[in-house]
């Protein structure tokens, strides 16, 4: 089972930066894609953005040209850069990854606790 862990949320004001990681842990596992959403109180969870295992992204329109996903190159951590943040972009944002287990040919899905981010002055 890969497990999936948050991290880099915090408090930014509005045109901040801030820079998400997701760590994934597990062995035996191939990922197929991995991606971010996002969910603001009171409100249901969205995609945001997301990487597939050849590299290819695709994004929200609310957060194109603002937000980028990437991984490392061992394809054991992603990232999301966020940058010109508004307070729209406010919300608890998940890690999400769907992956072959080994010996397998099943797929599984996997996600992350949640790390806050919160867009305010």
């Known amino acids: 089972q890969v497990q999936l862990v948050e991290s880099g949320g915090g408090l930014v004001q509005p045109g901040g930066s801030l820079r998400l990681s997701c760590a994934a842990s597990g062995s035996g596992f191939s990922v197929i894609v991995m991606d971010w959403y996002r969910q603001a109180p009171g409100k249901q969870r969205e995609l945001v953005a997301v990487i597939s295992n050849s590299g290819h992204t695709n994004y929200a329109d609310s957060v194109k040209g603002r937000f980028t996903i990437s991984r490392d190159n061992a394809k054991s951590r992603v990232y999301l850069q966020m940058n010109s943040l508004i307070p729209e972009d406010t919300g608890v944002y998940y890690c999400?990854?769907?992956?072959?287990?080994?010996?397998?040919?099943?797929?599984?899905?996997?996600w992350g606790q949640g790390t806050q981010v919160t867009v305010s002055s």
């Open positions: 999400h990854c769907n992956y072959r287990a080994a010996f397998s040919a099943q797929l599984h899905e996997s």
